[in-house]
Every structure is written in structure tokens, then in C-alpha cells.
């Protein structure tokens, strides 16, 4: 379970988040959307205290954070809980694939090399790239550098997973391939709650149990895929979906 | 006056095992400014890149003065001015070895420039390998030690032979405040057989032999840390 309660944020002058609430139920898969510039990102992030937001509550699980009086242990704990596949990957350039879903479980978590190895083996194998371990970042391709961030975040078998734009970066392609596994693993984790943040429409349709349109630092609206892009109630939200044009990818 | 009262092979093999006993004084001048002032250069460059007040201005006015004046000026600043500094508390150093205040000297001028080297390969790592970092759950230090530095550290290796390089080298400036190196020798030589050429040809086929040797090495390195990055070094 994750709750969002008031969250605020500014950078210098400029308010991002303005006040935001938001609450999602174990297992759930939410998409936001939202124009350029309406925070969809920087809500994201501060939910993984990538930037520490200027007021509000954090909810996940049992464990409840007021963004006001955050301490580093707090922190690290939402982390714990947490894990983020970024836009444009963040594959550690040092590490080779399996190194890169292993650190967190080794040096995070704890758990013996041995074991950790096996976990990144049987993540990375999912996403079929066993024949990658020992590769560099520099050696794969936008979407297995997608692929083996994903399973990095994965392995950490965390509460909720954070999705950023994750087909920003790539080509159309490897777009449906890559949202092919999100919807993969939508359908198969139960306990796992899912917040992905894209701009593909028919995608966010098919996986989501529940969108959320954000403009301007607020959530404008939020409801069933079916009520968002079929019966949108906002004149905003109206705006915003007509001027999309429908893309279809092979999922 | 024939050729070989200017210049004879045997002189040249001659006073190479003179010249060579010079190298360990300058090779502990090189070790000790390059790793000592490594370590230093690492300190103030954290200190640079966290900002911290005060620390940061005096240390960004001393790597100007290093980088901005010549190294034979530095070492007899701190050849004459380090005695009556610490004099001033009342310790007297007059009597120290010269080589430690070459060494000194050295360790101050290597610092500021290589913290200036790993200062800039710190801050080309990407933020997004720190973020990264921090979403699967690592620690500030852990973040530094298993993600940055190693990273970092690869990007500083071209510099770092350059720097290394241009130390070996720039030791031989030692010899003017009177350090018995290769250079020390060379001159010694000079001075009591009035045939100087020999000697000098020897501190230079020296000094290339073992620069080749650096380079090599680094480019071994370069390519060892590639993550393959560059195919086949550079």
C-alpha cells in the first residue's frame, strides 16, 4: 500500500508539486500522465527521496514518513522498500549486468554472494538476457540496458516500483517490446505496487487499474483507464488526450 | 682537440652506475608526491565538490598560487619559508634533511593539481549513477566507494599519466636545492671530471626509459578499466 498525503515541492520559485494526494492499494498498477512539466517525474522521485519534497506524509506499507522531519534512517527505509527504473536506464558503467542486479542485494541487503547471484540469474533470465550476464552496459542495447534495469529492480523484491518514462529513450521497437514486460510483470506480482509514469496511451489503457492526470503541480483527475480515456470529466483532461494521437504498438 | 675529449662511449658507460644510484631518491620523491599527494588532492577534492565553507575558499586560494606560480619558485618558498614559519612557534627544522623539504614542496605542488584531476573525474560520473545508487538502497559512502570512484578513477587515468609523467620529469628540479638525485650526480660529475655530456645523456636515457615504462603502463591500465567502453585502448 502507498498514501501520499499534501505533498509539496518547489524548486527555487517555481512550485512543481502544488498538493498533491494519492493513495494506491497493494498491487495495484497506477499510470500517471500529464503534460511536460506537471510533475509527474518529480512526484516519482520524491517518493524515492531522490528529491526531498517540501511538505507532506509518505505511506508505504507500515511505515509512515512526514517529509518535514525526515531522518537518514527513514529515508533508507523507504528506500528498502522501494526501487526505481529510471528514463534513460542508470546502469551502473562499472558493473556488468549481473553485477548490477546483485549490488543491491549484496551491499543493501546483505545477502551472500552465492544467493544474490542466483536471484540476478533468475531475473535476468526472465527477461531473457542469460546469455548477458557478463556484459557492460556499454555492450547492450537501449532496451536490454531497459531490461536488466528492470530486473534490477526486480530482484529487490520491493513494496512498490517506480517507473519513469521507461520507453522514453527508446526506439519504437524496442518501445513494445519493453512494455511488454512491464505488462508481464503487472499481471504476475500481486503484492507488488506498481507507479508508472508514460506517455503511452494504449499501454497505460491496457495495464492500469488506475490513471492518474496530473497538470500543473495538481492531479486534475483520476479514475478507471476506462473513465479517463473514454468519459475524461475535466475539461483539462479533455485537452490534454484529444491532442494525443493514438499510436498502437505491437505489446 | 679531438671528439673524444667532448664525448666518449666509455665515459658514457662509465658513469651510468653513478648517475643510476641517483634514481631511488627520485623515484621516493615521485612515489611519495604522487600517493601522498594523491590522497591529499583527494581530501580537498570532496571538500571542493561538498562545498564546505571556509575550507573551500582558503583551499581554492592555495591551488591558485600552486598552479600559478613555478615549481622552482615553490621549492625554495618552502626550502626558506617553512624554517621561519615554524620558527615563529619556536621549533627549529634548519637542521632537517634538504630532501624533506623537496618532498614537502613536491607533495603540496602534486596535490593541488591532482585534486584539481580528481575534482573534474568525480564530477563527470553522471548523477544518474548516484541516483541509481541511492534507489536500490546504498549508503552515501557505499555510493562513493563502489560506484563513483571506481568510475571516476577511470576517467582520471589519461591525466593521471600525464600528471605522473610530468612529476618524474619535474623532479629534477631537486638537484638546485642540493638533493643528490640523478640530476644531483649528473652535475656532481660534471663539476669534478669537466666532461658533463656523458652524464647528462645518461639522466636522459633514464628518464625516457622509464617514462616509455610509465606510459605503457597506463595504457595497460586504460585498456584493463575500459568496461569496454573503447575497443582496444587508445
Request: proline share 3%.
Amino acid at each position: 500500500m502507498l498514501e501520499i498525503k499534501n505533498i509539496k515541492k518547489s524548486f527555487g520559485n517555481k512550485q512543481v508539486l502544488k498538493d498533491v494526494s494519492l493513495s494506491v492499494q497493494t498491487g495495484e498498477v497506477i499510470v500517471i500522465l500529464g503534460p511536460s512539466g506537471s510533475g509527474k517525474t518529480t512526484l516519482l522521485r520524491c517518493i524515492n527521496f531522490l528529491e526531498r519534497a517540501d511538505g507532506g506524509e509518505l505511506t508505504i506499507s507500515d511505515k509512515t514518513v512526514n517529509f518535514t522531519k525526515v531522518h537518514k534512517k527513514d529515508i533508507f527505509e523507504i528506500r528498502q522498500k522501494t526501487a526505481f527504473v529510471f528514463q534513460n536506464y542508470n546502469l551502473f558503467n562499472n558493473k556488468t549486468a549481473i553485477g548490477n542486479v546483485m549490488e543491491g542485494l549484496v551491499v543493501a541487503r546483505k545477502i551472500p554472494k552465492s544467493k544474490a547471484a542466483e536471484i540476478a540469474k533468475h531475473h535476468l533470465d526472465e527477461m531473457g538476457l542469460a546469455d548477458k550476464y557478463d556484459c557492460f552496459p556499454s555492450q547492450l542495447s537501449g532496451g536490454q540496458q531497459q531490461r536488466v534495469a528492470i530486473a534490477r529492480a526486480l530482484a529487490l523484491n520491493p513494496d512498490v516500483i517506480l517507473f519513469d518514462e521507461p520507453t522514453s529513450a527508446l526506439d519504437p521497437e524496442l518501445i513494445g517490446e519493453t512494455l511488454g514486460i512491464i505488462k508481464k510483470i503487472a499481471s504476475a506480482q500481486n503484492n507488488t505496487t506498481i507507479i508508472i509514469v508514460t506517455h503511452e496511451m494504449s499501454f497505460a489503457q491496457g495495464v492500469a487499474h488506475k490513471v492518474v492526470f496530473m497538470d500543473d503541480g495538481f492531479v486534475v483527475e483520476e479514475g478507471s483507464p476506462d473513465d479517463i480515456f473514454l468519459r475524461p470529466k475535466k475539461e483539462r483532461t479533455k485537452q490534454f488526450l484529444s491532442r494525443i494521437s493514438p499510436i498502437e504498438y505491437n505489446i | 682537440m679531438n671528439f673524444n675529449d667532448l664525448f666518449s662511449f666509455e665515459r658514457l658507460i662509465e658513469n651510468m652506475p653513478n648517475v643510476l644510484a641517483g634514481l631511488p631518491v627520485t623515484l621516493s620523491i615521485v612515489v611519495c608526491a604522487f600517493f601522498i599527494g594523491g590522497l591529499l588532492g583527494f581530501g580537498i577534492a570532496i571538500i571542493r565538490i561538498r562545498h564546505i565553507k571556509i575550507l573551500e575558499q582558503l583551499i581554492i586560494v592555495y591551488i591558485s598560487f600552486m598552479r600559478c606560480t613555478p615549481l622552482i619558485v615553490q621549492l625554495f618558498v618552502v626550502y626558506f619559508g617553512l624554517p621561519l614559519l615554524v620558527g615563529l612557534v619556536g621549533i627549529d627544522i634548519n637542521r632537517w634533511d634538504k630532501l624533506i623539504f623537496v618532498l614537502i614542496a613536491y607533495i603540496l605542488n602534486e596535490a593541488a593539481f591532482l585534486s584539481e584531476l580528481i575534482r573534474s573525474s568525480i564530477l563527470a560520473v553522471p548523477a544518474g549513477q548516484t541516483e541509481a545508487a541511492y534507489s536500490i538502497g546504498l549508503s552515501n559512502i557505499q555510493t562513493y566507494f563502489r560506484i563513483i570512484i571506481p568510475q571516476a578513477g577511470r576517467i582520471a587515468i589519461p591525466g593521471l599519466s600525464v600528471q605522473i609523467i610530468n612529476l618524474f620529469q619535474g623532479t629534477s628540479l631537486a638537484f638546485l636545492m642540493g638533493v643528490l638525485d640523478m640530476m644531483g650526480r649528473a652535475s656532481a660529475i660534471g663539476v669534478n671530471t669537466y666532461h658533463v655530456i656523458e652524464a647528462y645523456l645518461d639522466v636522459a636515457i633514464i628518464f625516457i626509459i622509464i617514462s616509455i615504462c610509465l606510459e605503457r603502463f597506463f595504457i595497460y591500465l586504460n585498456k584493463k578499466y575500459s568496461y569496454s567502453l573503447i575497443k582496444g585502448g587508445y
